[in-house]
């Protein structure tokens, strides 16, 4: 078990809690739209925005926190992270906002308190880089579909 430690950024709204699992087989952790004043923000369509959680977090070093969109808002209504998944790294220290955009075919309204992304913990394994001989393979330099489509 990895504990993930969170403080909240002064003027959240602390009522939702922390991130929460929906259900006890659940990979990713809900994170809320923790909006100022409250509002309510309207995505346009192709549009993205930060969307902030008031939270701030310290993540243990060997790992990272993943963002990811929430399955049913990207099917339903064409929201998605653009840059998902999104990895937060164990040194960062600042405010936990999501990249939210609207790939969908119309307006979307995004609410206070509102589930918007899922946070996945996962292992980080570093590399050493080096400069040497690539070895050969059956496949060699096929990419991009040259294994097939079926």
């Given at each position: 078990?990895?504990t993930?430690r ?49 939270l ?95």
């Open positions: 078990m990895v993930i969170f403080e909240w950024i002064a003027g959240a709204d602390e009522t939702f809690g922390l991130p929460t699992y929906a259900t006890s087989g659940a990979a990713g952790a809900d994170l809320r739209a923790n909006l100022d004043d409250r509002q309510i923000v309207t995505l346009d369509v192709g549009a993205r925005i930060l969307v902030p959680t008031g701030q977090l310290a993540i243990p070093a060997g790992f990272e926190v993943q963002v990811r969109p929430r399955s049913g808002l990207a099917l339903k209504h064409g929201i998605t992270l653009p840059n998902s998944p999104g990895t937060i790294d164990s040194d960062y220290r600042g405010p936990l906002g999501v990249i939210i955009q609207n790939g969908g075919t119309k307006p979307f309204e995004i609410t206070h308190g509102m589930r918007i992304a899922q946070m996945v913990v996962a292992p980080v394994v570093q590399a050493t880089f080096t400069v040497g001989s690539v070895d050969e393979t059956a496949r060699g330099t096929g990419g991009f579909g040259s294994t097939g489509t079926t």
